[in-house]
């Protein structure tokens, strides 16, 4: 395993937009090269909680951020996004939820479990879902060359399917995709 973080990453966690003080769950989190350079930005009550569904993964992530843990700035947690409870998760609200190339929001709708997500984002909470590792992937833009498929555009479909959500956005301009909603406030 290698501490270098993927260009796609350091690409990606700009876009989140963060203070540092945000509660951020991270879905599909291993090897944990995101929460590696969100952990620095962290002050306040900041707090990144990593899911994985695999065993590995959630110890590569460990191993990879064990100062973050022993902050008690991460928590870890191996679980499988489509079996994911709002209960198994505290904080039970998050102000922002991503996650880099994690398939199941286009190739399987039904099982991305949204209702849980949306239900896991405080008011005004922010989603972040991001495809693609760079330009010329053939991902990183809608129907883009070679890609066979708009990922962006079924991926907003999924996530418009819950009235939880709203202002869902695609940019398909910069690399990686992005696809983004936000939690209603109220």
């Known amino acids: 395993m290698t501490d270098r973080t993927p260009d796609h990453i350091a690409r990606l966690v700009p876009r989140l937009g963060l203070t540092g003080t945000e509660r951020i769950l991270e879905l599909g989190a291993a090897p ?3 929460v590696a350079v969100i952990g620095p930005l962290l002050a306040g009550d900041g707090h990144v909680t990593a899911l994985d569904r695999s065993a590995v993964g959630v110890r590569r992530i460990h191993e990879r951020n ?9 928590t870890v947690l191996e679980q499988d996004l489509t079996m ?21 929001f286009w190739t399987h709708p039904d ?14 909470g922010r989603l972040h879902l991001f495809y693609g590792y760079g ?12 890609s066979g498929r708009d990922t962006g555009g079924l991926v907003a479909a999924t996530l418009e399917r819950d009235s939880a959500l ?21």
């Open 32 to 34: 944990g090269a995101a």
């Open 135 to 146: 330009p010329g992937d053939g991902v990183s833009r809608p129907g883009g060359p070679g």
């Open 84 to 104: 994911l409870d709002g209960d198994s998760l505290r904080p039970a609200r998050f102000d922002v939820i991503f996650a880099s190339n994690v398939n199941v």
């Open 111 to 124: 099982k991305a479990n949204v209702a849980t997500l949306a239900g896991l984002l405080a008011p005004g």
């Open 166 to 186: 709203t202002a869902v956005t695609v940019d398909g301009v910069s690399a990686p995709l992005e696809i983004r909603a936000s939690r209603i406030v109220g």
């Open 66 to 74: 064990r100062d973050l843990v022993d902050a008690g700035r991460l």
